[in-house]
């Protein structure tokens, strides 16, 4: 099995829904993005993924969330944009073109992060 990863940033302001603290205030994050992909099989040039198309399939997602406000962007209305449900959201739009991702992480700091993926 073969598994590649890219990483990409994003910087946006939120607040978290339905919490009780600090992050329910507006704040703003650097964000990482790690993006991973697997498979079995390599093509004629001997790559699973190309990195470059990964990342540009990548950025024009995270193009959309740059520098906005996330609890304003109709992609995100109604749900409590944490790193969790951002993770998730950016999964399943690669999804509907890289069949190949296993996994989406977020870093909200560089010590915490949050992981989506399916089973």
């Known amino acids: 099995m073969f598994e590649v990863k890219v990483e990409s940033h994003f910087s946006a302001a939120h607040h ?5 603290g600090k992050c329910e205030n507006p704040h ?3 964000w990482k993005v790690e993006v ?5 099989e ?3 040039s001997g790559i699973l993924i190309d990195f470059k198309f990964l990342k540009e399939e990548l950025n ?3 193009d959309r969330l740059d520098h906005y406000d996330l609890n304003t962007l109709e992609e995100l209305k109604g749900i409590s944009p944490s790193s969790e449900n951002i993770a998730k959201y950016i999964y399943i739009q690669l999804k509907e ?3 190949q991702i296993t996994k989406v992480c977020v870093w909200e700091t560089e010590r ?4 989506y993926y399916a089973k």
């Open 60 to 62: 024009k997602i995270l």
């Open 28 to 30: 703003g994050h650097n």
């Open 112 to 115: 915490a992060r949050a992981t």
């Open 36 to 40: 991973y992909a697997e498979g079995e």
């Open 42 to 44: 390599l093509n004629e």
């Open 97 to 99: 073109t890289i069949p």
């Open 16 to 20: 978290l829904l339905n919490y009780n």
